[in-house]
C-alpha cells in the first residue's frame, strides 16, 4: 500500500473541506470504552430523563474526535502533526444526530509549515454543537 503524504502546498488561506457522520451508539459504546466515562448523562437514559436534556446526550469530545479525523486525514492530512486544538461546546450532540465536521485554513505560516484551521461541527439541523481552531504542523 502508498500512502502519499499531502501537499503543503495546497492548503493556503479559505481552503475548505468537511465530512458528515452519524453518532450512533455504538460510538457512545466504543468512548466510552476507550475513555471510562460512565457519566449517567451519556449512558443511563433514566437518569437522562431528569436533566434538562430529557434524554441521553453523547459525550461532546465525541465531536471534537471527529475534528481529529478531518485534520489528520483531510487537511492537511497524511505527514502533518496536530499541534493544538481549542474547543467550545455550545450545544449537545444526541445519539442519532448526523454531524457536519468542516474546516477552513485562516492562517499560514510557510516558515515554519503551519497552518491554523477554523474547526466546526454542526448537526443536521445546522446547528453550531462544537467550533475552535486546530493548529497543523506539516513534516
Same mark, same amino acid.
Given at each position: 500500500?502508498? *500512502?502519499?503524504?499531502?501537499?503543503?502546498?495546497?492548503?493556503? /488561506?479559505?481552503?475548505?473541506?468537511?465530512?458528515?457522520?452519524?453518532?450512533?451508539? $455504538?460510538?457512545?459504546?466504543?468512548?466510552?470504552?476507550?475513555?471510562?466515562?460512565?457519566?449517567?448523562?451519556?449512558?443511563?437514559?433514566?437518569?437522562?430523563? +431528569?436533566?434538562?436534556?430529557?434524554?441521553?446526550?453523547?459525550?461532546?469530545?465525541? $465531536?471534537?474526535?471527529? *475534528?481529529?479525523? =478531518?485534520?489528520? =486525514?483531510?487537511?492537511?492530512?497524511?505527514?502533518?502533526?496536530?499541534? $493544538?486544538?481549542? =474547543?467550545?461546546?455550545?450545544?449537545?450532540?444526541?445519539?442519532?444526530?448526523?454531524?457536519?465536521? +468542516?474546516?477552513? /485554513?485562516?492562517?499560514?505560516?510557510?516558515?515554519?509549515?503551519?497552518?491554523?484551521?477554523? &474547526?466546526? /461541527? &454542526?448537526?443536521?439541523?445546522? /446547528? =453550531?454543537? +462544537? +467550533?475552535?481552531?486546530?493548529?497543523?504542523?506539516?513534516?
Amino acid at each position: 500500500m502508498v *500512502i502519499e503524504k499531502s501537499d503543503f502546498g495546497k492548503f493556503q /488561506v479559505g481552503y475548505k473541506d468537511s465530512f458528515t457522520r452519524e453518532v450512533t451508539q $455504538s460510538t457512545v459504546d466504543s468512548f466510552v470504552d476507550v475513555s471510562g466515562d460512565v457519566n449517567p448523562i451519556h449512558v443511563n437514559e433514566e437518569y437522562a430523563k +431528569t436533566t434538562r436534556f430529557k434524554k441521553r446526550i453523547a459525550h461532546g469530545v465525541i $465531536s471534537a474526535s471527529f *475534528i481529529s479525523s =478531518l485534520v489528520g =486525514l483531510k487537511m492537511p492530512g497524511i505527514g502533518a502533526i496536530y499541534v $493544538s486544538q481549542t =474547543l467550545k461546546f455550545r450545544a449537545p450532540v444526541f445519539i442519532g444526530d448526523t454531524l457536519t465536521v +468542516t474546516g477552513e /485554513v485562516v492562517e499560514r505560516d510557510e516558515e515554519r509549515k503551519r497552518i491554523k484551521i477554523q &474547526t466546526d /461541527v &454542526t448537526n443536521q439541523d445546522g /446547528v =453550531l454543537v +462544537t +467550533t475552535g481552531h486546530a493548529v497543523m504542523m506539516h513534516e
